[in-house]
């Protein structure tokens, strides 16, 4: 028989929101949220505050949540922080959930008098005269859950929580409510997930305090084994095999970093077409397109994700080919040490810095210096090349 076959779809998702087909790390905090399901007994895990730099795979992660609380019999409410959440939530959301629970529990909620269905279930609107709160709505969903046969409770995940003040404060109102419907005694895990600067201006808001209590989840790399783990059985659950060594360097590639884990899968999937094992040259072939498409994709998002002044921050360490010293950056940026200091523990505990021992600061995201650098290149005189130096501009003037 032939060893020719037709290609195998890739088994890797590079992609915003795009669930992996094997997710790697976080299996503790996983396992530990997950329990919650099962015990209510909430603990720490009330409110989640899930923070990462953008292709760290914070929605896969609520994904995975969302997965464990349906399986456990939980009513799920996920929503992104865009305009107009409470009245989706309120509107929609809620009454569709009615769906899901028994015919009567339907007939006991409808009883409380906050919604008005249909013979068939349809959602008609709100009762009149009772003010709609959405503290209310849970409160009676959560009671009727918990008293049926197996206790269950309400996720309520909230993903790109952004920082703009309109919706800060449209989220903060929405957050006001949940922390309502927990003080009254709701079986709530509530779950916000943003970049690092905009979950701390949603928890500085305004009645939003109830958050400063939340659990930490802030999502980095995934270490070189776990990298290594989702490479290699993402690549057999698709039907074929890696070579040692290009494994070695789809991992050295991909620095941890999950979207460029599933690129560079991707990529060398790609590459070895219809053979039934990836080798290092498919692996080699990954590398550039690999690095580029997380550059377009990924790292130009997240470097304008930064202010400016943190732009300047970086593209001053950037000049580095290795760990940069503060004091040079200090003097490159013309500014005050304490200035660059204050800066300096932002960008650290947004994940986007890592201090490197002895007043060193580094880069913590893989290629993110190559990008500021393709951008500033000429600001700087780093001498970063490509093909078209060998072109340079005319001027109009020549010829
Ligand atoms: N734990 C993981 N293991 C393997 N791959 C992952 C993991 N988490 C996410 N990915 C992959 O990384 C990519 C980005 O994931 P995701 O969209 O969840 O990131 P994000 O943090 O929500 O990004 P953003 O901030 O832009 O919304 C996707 O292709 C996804 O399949
Ligand atoms: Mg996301």
């Known amino acids: 028989m032939s060893q020719q076959r037709s290609a195998e779809p890739s088994p890797f998702s590079p992609g915003y929101g795009r669930a992996p087909l094997v997710f790697g790390g976080h299996a503790e905090e996983l396992a530990e949220l997950t329990a919650v399901f099962e015990t209510l007994d909430f603990g720490e895990n009330q409110t989640v505050l899930l923070s990462g730099l953008r292709g760290s795979g914070k929605t896969s992660m609520l994904a995975k949540i969302q997965d464990h609380a349906r399986d456990s019999g939980w009513l799920v409410i996920s929503d992104d922080a865009s305009a107009g959440l409470m009245e989706r939530v309120m509107e929609t959301t809620i009454p569709g959930l009615m769906s899901e629970v028994s015919v009567d529990a339907r007939r006991r909620l409808t009883g409380l008098g906050i919604w008005k269905f249909s013979a068939q279930w349809e959602y008609i609107d709100r009762h009149r005269e009772i003010k709609p709160l959405l503290r209310r709505d849970l409160v009676a969903l959560s009671e009727e859950l918990s008293h049926s046969g197996s206790p269950a409770g309400i996720l309520i995940t909230i993903d790109e929580v952004s920082s703009g003040k309109t919706r800060l404060r449209e989220l903060a109102r ?6 309502h419907a927990i003080g ?5 895990m509530v779950v916000f997930a943003g970049i690092r600067v905009n979950l701390e201006a949603l928890v500085n808001e305004e009645h939003t305090t109830f958050l400063r209590r939340s659990r930490d989840l802030d999502f980095r790399r995934l270490t070189p084994a776990e990298t290594r783990f989702v490479l290699e059985e993402s690549i057999r659950i698709g039907g074929k095999a890696i070579d040692e060594d290009a494994l070695t360097s789809l991992v050295s590639v991909s620095q941890g970093y999950p979207y460029l884990v599933q690129l560079a899968g991707d990529y060398a999937w ?3 077409e219809s053979k039934s094992s990836i080798t290092l040259s ?10 580029a498409a997380v550059e377009r994709r990924v790292i130009s ?3 304008q994700d930064l202010s400016e002044v943190d732009q300047q921050f970086i593209a001053a360490m950037a000049v580095d080919d290795g760990p940069s010293r503060v004091s040079d950056i200090v003097r490159r940026l013309e500014v005050s040490d304490q200035y660059v200091q204050v800066y300096k523990k932002r960008l650290i505990e947004s ?5 490197d021992g002895r007043g060193l600061v580094t880069f913590s995201l893989p290629y993110l210096r190559d990008y500021v650098r393709s951008l500033t290149a000429d600001d700087l005189g780093t001498g970063a090349t490509d093909d078209w130096d060998h072109f340079p501009p005319l001027s109009p003037q020549a010829g």
Do not use: C, M, P
């Open 174 to 179: 929405f957050a006001l409510e949940l922390s």
């Open 282 to 291: 498919d692996a080699q072939a990954a590398h550039g397109k690999a690095i």
């Open 184 to 188: 009254e005694g709701a079986n709530l």
């Open 301 to 303: 998002r997240v470097y």
């Open 351 to 355: 994940g986007y810095v890592q201090t």
């Open 270 to 272: 790609r590459n070895s």
